[in-house]
């Protein structure tokens, strides 16, 4: 290997996310800490050894959230990879979405300081890219 490869290559970091709606509304977790202590975000989390990142987001959204749903009720939205998308390195997200048919009551745990149904018509500022993958997740139900 050359030093130009070696400079090149970087450490990528696995995670999952999931975009939780319900009668208009999507389910957010306020952070815990950095980075983006304070702000609004999807529930997820790190892919841990041995999980996929399917089995990560029902894991993620169950210990943020307190929410529980099935591998089988969630949807790959997509793979959400830029460079950038997160201050801590490179990571790259996969991104999961599911519906209930009414908004369920959420428990904050794990790293979120907070949990609750926001309007899809009215989110507040969210972190990393997320307000894209909500983005994407509703233009993909409609």
């Known amino acids: 290997m050359t030093t130009t490869e070696t400079e ?23 952070r815990g800490w950095d980075p983006f202590e304070g702000m ?3 529930p997820g989390g790190h892919v841990d050894a041995g999980e996929t990142s399917l089995t990560a987001a029902a894991r993620e ?8 749903v099935t591998t089988a009720d969630l949807r790959q939205v ?14 790259v997200t996969v991104a999961y979405a599911a519906t209930l048919p009414r908004p369920v009551q959420p428990s904050a745990g794990d790293d979120a300081a907070a949990a609750r149904w926001w309007p899809l018509d ?7 890219d997320h307000a ?11």
């Open 8 to 30: 090149t290559f970087e450490t990528i970091r696995l995670t999952a996310d999931v975009v939780l709606i319900a009668n208009g509304h999507v389910l957010l977790i306020e």
């Open 40 to 42: 609004w975000a999807l």
């Open 61 to 68: 959204l169950a210990e943020e959230t307190g929410i529980a």
């Open 78 to 91: 997509g793979t959400f990879d830029a460079p950038g998308r997160d201050p801590r390195g490179r990571y």
């Open 122 to 128: 009215a989110l507040p500022v969210l972190a990393f």
């Open 132 to 142: 894209a993958i909500v983005r994407a997740a509703t233009e993909s139900t409609s």
